[in-house]
């Protein structure tokens, strides 16, 4: 029976794929008032979906289905559950793709149409997850094979061969790619057949920098010893002393040859297939799990953030969007920010105050919260509310809130007691924090009334008065100006938004569950006068930085200068692609990418640490980083015309603190993004380590105007491994750039004297 249940499946999803290669009218939606019939079909490559309008000619478009993360069924996104009425659940489904990219919402002409579409492209994505690196390079020469056969005669003559040397990013010596042509045609045919192609491809990849490298430790030049390969990684990997038994492990786990395993050898093959896994990337793969303490107080942690995190593009007037939460959980933010405003029928509404963004229900994006909250991450969520809503609406807030989160709403303080320090993100596993005014504090038994008053919301924060010893009496009175309710206010539980007067009124007054809201600039000129006492501040309380009301077009500052000083919450807006988002991501990157990372020691139990002076701290050390950039392998064009070719250079970045911001980069290469060379050596000194990100960006050399991105690799200093080491290059909307990378050898070691 089991057998032929699986039969029974296996043949439902072939039965798709060739429902889908046949193709299908499918109506694309946007909204309610733009629904647009499209061609869709699955291509003979089994990977890509072309569509077009009847109307379009000859222009169409397509999309990997390896771009696809997910597929949902039924009204799973706002634009179907907008036409619900018109359009049955088991007509409509949603590709959501990786990456910044919106999702595609289609509606079927039947159930059983739609039911073959689904059940085909969720096929498709889990045979693509499921390839092991052999599998993904055998397909990509199958894709370059199909893409340069223009007769699709199942061959290729030297002409389409130099065509398809284009098309990969690489200008070769005519003389040269014949020879390499006549050496992979055994069958002197003057024509390349399948397995030729994969010889002439063979040839074409052979990486001679490798070759190097393992020729260096091989006495025989043909396999690595157990003794050469241990050799190898206490040298140049610099494993120590577990280096003879990682030996035997990279070659019970790469090594392809069964002879050479059982004579406890490793053959070039096996060396590269370690070189280009995980194992060998620059990231130490051990760093990528959860592995860091969790049971110490939230402000000891950095904290993924979103700011506007409704917004889908800038905020003048973007969308507003449910997907916006949905994609800023998955990439494991932490803290999600809510702009409430009043709406009709008394439902709260979310959006950019004054601004032509779109409006979504406050109801909406709650329940959107209570489903993705914990999806990428176990940790806690702190949900910053921006309340400008009268004190009805702020009921209906606090009863959705109650009602919707159930028990996930953090409600009173852990067991019961309020304690001199913040509870820890092990403790608070599964809950959500509201963050937003409160009336009073924890530790009072309070007989106030159901209303209180403020002055305004965190991000119109006033200057605090001129007198810097006010007594708290006072500017408690200072505070209080507009209403906000009880009932939502008995939901603050560690997260009281509280005013900023300065460092000194902190340290006498405040609790460990109030924190203050800065702007960047504001956070900026405290980090840059009073690094110190901002470290220690931020030792003990949260702090949130959001960005200036000037970026309309949601545009990110550097949160580096922020991290610096140990703010938690550095909120960035995360539908914003570029080189700010790149460090959030590198940072976050590690321990899980569980949404915190802790912070280190100096910055929590040190009062002598001062960002703009590392020399002075008392547990200063320096290291030296040397990067020697080797070569590139498969870089991706810039220009998709078939005969551009880029000259790539590579740039080191160095972001920590002021001392430690550098840049080099290696000089160009002409016309070669397929296998680039440059053998360049680039040198910095690190003075904190611990708060330091290396990015490295590639480049397309362009001497009349800007160079052109082509992709980049944020890691944290203290997450690299030093050695020969392959960078898998990233997009620049943080997507993986298929085996495109760099090879480079790092070395890491102390500065005896300074450089």
Request: include cysteine; charge should be negative.
């Amino acid at each position: 029976m089991c057998c032929t249940t699986v039969s029974d499946s296996q043949g439902s999803r072939l039965l798709s794929l060739c429902v889908m290669k046949a193709g299908a009218m499918l109506k694309k939606v946007k909204s309610k008032s733009w629904k647009k019939q499209r061609h869709f079909r699955l291509q003979e490559d089994g990977r890509t979906i072309w569509y077009k309008s009847r109307w379009a000619g000859t222009g169409h478009s397509t999309f990997s289905v390896a771009d696809v993360e997910v597929v949902r069924e039924g009204h799973q996104s706002e634009v179907l559950l907008s036409v619900a009425e018109e359009f049955p659940a088991d007509l409509c489904f949603t590709l959501v793709f990786r990456g910044r990219r919106g999702n595609l919402d289609l509606v079927a002409e039947s159930p059983s149409e739609a039911q073959a579409w689904i059940r085909g492209v969720r096929k498709l994505i889990q045979n693509a997850e499921s390839m092991d690196d052999k599998e993904r390079v055998d397909q990509w020469i199958w894709d370059w094979f199909q893409k340069a056969d223009k007769n699709k005669d199942g061959r290729m003559n030297f002409k389409e061969v130099r065509t398809l040397l284009k098309m990969m990013n690489m200008d070769m010596n005519e003389e040269y790619a014949l020879h390499l042509f006549t050496l992979a045609d055994k069958s002197k045919s003057g024509c390349l057949e399948n397995e030729e192609f994969v010889q002439f491809y063979k040839i074409l990849t052979e990486r001679k920098d490798m070759r190097r490298v393992f020729q260096d430790y091989s006495r025989d030049g043909q396999t690595l010893t157990l003794a050469e390969l241990k050799d190898f990684l206490m040298q140049e990997q610099q494993e120590g002393e577990r280096s003879r038994e990682h030996a035997q492990e990279l070659i019970d786990r790469y090594e392809p040859s069964e002879t050479a395993k059982k004579q406890r050898a490793m053959s070039i093959d096996g060396f590269q297939m370690y070189l280009v896994s995980p194992e060998g990337a620059i990231l130490d793969p051990q760093r990528l799990t959860l592995n860091q303490d969790m049971s110490r107080p939230l402000s000891h942690y950095f904290i993924c953030s979103s700011h506007n995190t409704y917004l889908m593009e800038d905020q003048l007037r973007g969308q507003s969007s449910q997907e916006a939460y949905i994609q800023a959980l998955k990439r494991g933010c932490r803290c999600v920010e809510v702009d409430c405003w009043d709406g009709p029928n008394g439902e709260p509404v979310v959006y950019h105050g004054h601004t032509f963004t779109s409006k979504i229900l406050f109801r909406d994006v709650i329940t959107t919260l209570g489903e993705y909250a914990f999806k990428a991450s176990e940790f806690p969520v702190i949900l910053s509310l921006e309340n400008h809503c009268s004190v009805e609406q702020q009921r209906v807030m606090a009863q959705l809130l109650d009602t919707i989160l159930g028990d996930m709403l953090l409600r009173e303080p852990l067991d019961g007691l309020v304690l001199q320090e913040l509870p820890s993100p092990h403790d608070l596993k599964g809950k959500i924090l509201l963050k937003a005014k409160k009336i009073g504090g924890l530790e009072e038994s309070e007989t106030l009334t159901d209303e209180a008053t403020d002055e305004v919301s965190d991000e119109a924060e006033p200057e605090s008065p001129s007198a810097e010893n006010l007594s708290a009496e006072a500017l408690c009175l200072h505070d209080k100006k507009s209403k906000f309710s009880r009932e939502l206010s008995d939901l603050v539980v560690y997260c009281k938004s509280v005013h900023f007067h300065s460092f000194e009124y902190s340290r006498l007054h405040s609790k460990c569950y109030e924190m203050s809201s800065f702007s960047e600039s504001k956070a900026r000129k405290l980090a840059k006068d009073t690094g110190t006492e901002f470290v220690h501040h931020n030792s003990r309380q949260l702090s949130r930085v959001y960005p200036s009301g000037m970026r309309t077009d949601s545009s990110n500052y550097n949160p580096q200068d922020l991290w610096n000083v140990g703010c938690q919450i550095v909120a960035l807006n995360v539908q914003t692609a570029g080189l700010e988002m790149d460090l959030n991501d590198g940072l976050f990157s590690q321990n899980g990418c569980c949404g915190y990372v802790l912070k280190p020691d100096f910055m929590m139990n040190d009062d002598s640490f001062d960002p703009e002076r590392p020399q002075d701290w008392d547990g200063y050390t320096s290291l030296q980083l040397s990067i020697q950039v080797i070569s590139g392998q498969q870089l991706p064009k810039v220009n998709q015309k078939e005969g551009s070719i880029v000259d790539p250079l590579v740039r080191v970045e160095i972001y920590g603190v002021s001392q430690d911001q550098a840049k080099q980069e290696t000089s160009y290469i002409d016309n070669n993004g397929f296998n680039p060379l440059w053998n360049e050596t680039l040198n910095f000194i690190i003075h904190v380590p611990e708060l330091a990100l290396v990015r490295f960006v590639v480049e397309d050399y362009d001497k009349a105007s800007r160079n052109d991105f082509m992709g980049q690799f944020t890691v944290p200093f203290t997450c690299i491994q030093p050695g020969y080491r392959h960078i898998h290059l990233l997009s620049k909307d943080g997507t993986a750039i298929p085996l495109s990378t760099l090879f480079v050898n790092v070395k890491i070691s102390e500065v005896t004297t300074e450089v």
